[in-house]
């Protein structure tokens, strides 16, 4: 085994043997392994281009030679070997290092990327700025074959092949995107690899690049072979490699998808381990399972990410035909579902909130400019959500709620959210997204069936002076401040809006009677957010708003219960600013 403590860089791998390159993925595996099942991770990815990644270090001068990632989640082991092993071998420094490429954490990441199909695009301008500059160093892209579904992988590689200089893409090969791919493209892969690479039908051939292709993407010899080949080409080419998703590990290389991202497990025998218990993608795919038995027109779409859904392998098989995957393609699920409703039918994608920012146009153009009842289902729209910064989950209110068209519908709880949902299905009059809660809840207050008179808010506890307005789940907060200030004597009115799109005038000019202070509280970002609606409302009026939601930047790997307090959105801060404010 190789000590992995006296890694410090790729120049440190550069004299190895190969037999001693061998030892080294051993030692990365093992250890890379160690971390995972404890810690939790992308595992199958990491695994499966572990070889390639020494590879590419041992004949690429980084960061002299620039490697871009594409999502970059199987950046593991370049981090490892780029002066970072002491957050995969201390656990006291697990947390060290991000999931993804990071640019403040070492020179040797050029992107922070989390989302899919940029890398291409991104190489593609580093390799343009070398050659108006007079560079010379190897510029190389790294996407997986799940990735290439992107519409801006495509565009990407359009251009890329137009370069006319040094420009390598690394395609990863294992037949997977995190569940299985999807998409005419994968036939032309299937055909490169049964055929070693020399099929007449070849997708990057017909784009202009040269191709190189290895059979045993996991070996060491084939993986410095192709890439010193490749090293100084002075034409783009293409390198694909045929790899084994979670290489190396039974358990990801027998389930592949379970594996793409694991939380914590045992190592010995692959279970997870996990707290289990009632979630929303569970609630969401058994409604839709029902529905899809009881009329054909309703489908579910994912873009990729069916387990997000709740659907897993054997609901997909019970849903059929009425279960799509257009694989990563966030653009085509919005469009494909503007045209299905167009058609009749009763098209729900179901989405994560970061995710859908890619398909801002076809929501607006597809969908909102038609009034197509396309229905979204949006999963991880929290603070609660996904902590890291490239998948932060609150900017979908300001994104989706200030399109003409579109209902956006924020559930308190469980209950509220099939209430909604339920609705969303049934109805045909417009567009609607209902934002799934980030924090599982159930409430014992009755919900309507139908949410047909729009922006008709909910008053769930009336009082007078104060009124707090509370999106979503932060009605909790709001009615834990409404009890704690009711025990000093102090009654406030709490008011569920249900609706994120728009407002309830009637009630805001009723609160004019007997208060003066409205708080809104929303899960989402402030500025473009729900509270602002509120607040122009008001504008001309003696009505004092104070609006509480997520301050506008980035985040990354954040305290949730810090967050939430910092802007307001507790209990004891929502107290405390009604305090302060009628003291």
């Known amino acids: 085994m190789i000590d992995l403590t006296e890694i410090h860089s790729p120049a440190d791998i550069k004299g190895m043997s190969i037999d001693e390159l061998e030892q080294l993925a051993d030692s990365l595996r093992s250890v890379l392994l160690t971390k995972l099942s404890t810690h939790g991770g992308h595992t199958g990815p990491n695994l499966g281009f572990l070889e390639a990644t020494i590879a590419m270090h041992y004949v690429f001068n980084s960061p002299v030679d620039k490697i871009v990632y594409?999502?970059?989640?199987?950046?593991?082991?370049h981090k490892m070997l780029t002066g970072r092993i002491a957050a995969f071998t201390d656990p006291a420094h697990y947390d060290d290092v991000t999931g993804y490429t990071n640019p403040g954490e070492s020179e040797h990441d050029f992107f922070t990327i989390g989302h899919t199909s940029t890398a291409v695009s991104l190489a593609g301008g580093l390799a343009k700025a070398?050659?108006?500059q007079g560079g010379t160093e190897n510029i190389i892209a790294v996407i997986g074959d799940g990735s290439l579904s992107g519409g801006e992988a495509f565009e990407g590689l359009d251009y890329g092949a137009t370069l006319g200089t040094n420009f390598i893409v690394v395609v990863?090969?294992?037949?997977?995107?995190?569940?299985?791919?999807?998409?005419?493209?994968?036939a032309d892969l299937h055909l490169l690899r049964s055929t070693d690479g020399t099929a007449d039908n070849n997708y990057f051939r017909s784009l202009g690049y040269a191709y190189r292709y290895v059979r045993y993407g996991n070996d060491l010899r084939s993986l410095i072979k192709a890439f010193s080949e490749v090293k100084d080409y002075n034409r783009p080419v293409v390198v694909h490699l045929n790899t084994q998703k979670g290489n190396g590990y039974a358990p990801a290389e027998a389930n592949r998808e379970k594996f793409h991202y694991a939380a914590p497990f045992n190592l010995e025998t692959g279970?997870?381990?996990?707290?289990?218990?009632e979630s929303y993608d569970d609630i969401f795919s058994a409604m839709m399972l029902d529905k899809m038995k009881n009329d054909k027109r309703v489908a579910v779409i994912t873009a990729g990410t069916p387990g997000v859904l709740g659907f897993t392998p054997e609901k997909r098989r019970e849903a059929g035909r009425q279960f799509i995957d257009v694989g990563i393609a966030e653009q085509e699920a919005v469009a494909l579902a503007s045209g299905m409703a167009k058609g009749g039918c009763r098209p729900v994608f179901g989405v994560v909130s970061s995710f859908l920012q890619r398909a801002y146009d076809q929501l607006s153009q597809d969908v909102a400019i038609n009034n197509t009842p396309v229905v979204l289902n949006i999963f991880y729209g929290s603070v609660a959500g996904m902590t890291d910064v490239t998948h932060l989950g609150w900017f979908d209110i300001a994104l989706v709620a200030n399109i003409p068209g579109w209902v956006y519908l924020a559930p308190t709880c469980k209950e509220e959210y099939v209430a909604m949902l339920d609705w969303a299905v049934r109805q045909t009059s417009h567009p609607v997204a209902v934002r799934v809660p980030g924090v599982m809840a159930s409430c014992d207050r009755e919900f309507p069936a139908d949410y047909d008179d729009l922006n008709r808010n909910e008053v769930v506890c009336c009082g007078s002076r104060v009124a707090v307005i509370a999106a979503g789940t932060c009605l909790k907060a709001a009615l834990e401040a409404a009890d704690k200030l009711k025990a000093e004597g102090v009654d406030i009115t709490v008011i569920n809006p249900r609706f994120l799109s728009g407002i309830d005038t009637e009630l805001l000019d009723s609160l004019k009677a007997d208060h003066e202070l409205v708080i809104t509280l929303e899960d989402g970002v402030i500025d473009g957010g729900y509270g602002e609606k509120v607040a122009r409302y008001y504008g001309d009026s003696d009505m004092k708003v104070m609006c509480r939601g997520v301050k506008k930047e980035f985040l990354d790997r954040?305290?949730?219960?810090?967050?939430?307090?910092?802007?307001?959105?507790?209990?004891d801060a929502v107290v405390a600013t009604i305090k302060k404010a009628i003291k």
Do not use: P, W
């Open 70 to 77: 594409d999502v970059s989640h199987q950046s593991y082991v």
């Open 271 to 277: 279970e997870m381990v996990s707290g289990g218990g």
């Open 130 to 132: 070398r050659d108006l």
């Open 558 to 571: 954040y305290d949730i219960g810090k967050v939430l307090a910092d802007s307001g959105l507790t209990a």
């Open 172 to 186: 990863n090969d294992n037949d997977m995107s995190i569940a299985e791919n999807h998409g005419g493209l994968y």
